[in-house]
T-cell receptor, first 113, second 111 residues
Framework: NAGVTQTPKFQVLKTGQSMTLQCAQDMNHNSMYWYRQDPGMGLRLIYYSASEGTTDKGEVPNGYNVSRLNKREFSLRLESAAPSQTSVYFC????????????FGPGTRLTVT | EDKVVQSPLSLVVHEGDTVTLNCSYEVTNFRSLLWYKQEKKAPTFLFMLTSSGIEKKSGRLSSILDKKELFSILNITATQTGDSAIYLCAVVEGGSEKLVFGKGMKLTVNP
């Protein structure tokens, strides 16, 4: 099992450019999540998907959109990147509603200049 | 206002020391509390606690939850340099899928 995979690992964007971060899991989990991690801020939830076909906003959704393409895949899109979106982005998946651990992907380091 | 507060935010110890990491939380409908260890890359799961007073243990690491006082501690005994990492505490509120993370605690274990 690959677990949770993310692409790309690194990305540099210019302000105003768009991009999509891809995430896939092979653990047959229902729930998937996108987080960002900034120094001194811990992990903050951007969006999550409790099941295929549903998505909900987390703590910091502004400037992002998501798509739960199928049970395996959950993508995060930046339509018009801003320097404030420079961060490390983690995708995660989990089996049960709040009663099981989440497994994290390796992260994407994004720099917006 | 932070719902999950970790303390201390950083700690430097010597190999062999014992450390206690604290996590306090304030949520309206507690479901579970999780501890993660983060080295260079992704957080890796350590423990999940749902019941008060029951210790979870894995080797030199142990954790316990106090639902009355709304906190959890993570103990690491006989620390090793490989324990150097950021330790994250997160809480799940009932009815929600969401983990709310604390800011993390950076542990450095010197030889």
């Amino acid at each position: 099992n690959a677990g949770v995979t993310q692409t790309p690992k690194f990305q540099v964007l210019k302000t105003g450019q768009s991009m999509t971060l891809q995430c896939a899991q092979d653990m047959n989990h229902n729930s998937m999540y996108w987080y960002r991690q900034d120094p001194g801020m811990g992990l903050r939830l951007i969006y999550y998907s409790a099941s295929e076909g549903t998505t909900d906003k987390g703590e910091v959704p502004n400037g992002y959109n998501v798509s739960r393409l199928n049970k395996r895949e959950f993508s995060l899109r930046l339509e018009s990147a801003a320097p404030s979106q420079t961060s490390v982005y983690f995708c995660a998946s989990g089996r049960d509603r709040g009663l099981s651990e989440q497994y994290f992907g390796p992260g994407t380091r994004l720099t917006v200049t | 206002e932070d719902k999950v507060v970790q303390s201390p935010l950083s700690l430097v110890v010597h190999e062999g020391d014992t450390v206690t990491l604290n996590c306090s939380y304030e949520v309206t409908n507690f479901r579970s509390l999780l501890w993660y260890k983060q080295e260079k890359k992704a957080p890796t799961f350590l423990f999940m606690l749902t019941s008060s007073g029951i210790e979870k243990k894995s080797g030199r690491l142990s954790s316990i939850l106090d639902k009355k006082e709304l906190f959890s501690i993570l103990n690491i005994t006989a620390t090793q340099t490989g324990d150097s990492a950021i330790y994250l505490c997160a809480v799940v509120e009932g009815g929600s899928e969401k983990l709310v993370f604390g800011k993390g605690m950076k542990l450095t274990v010197n030889p």
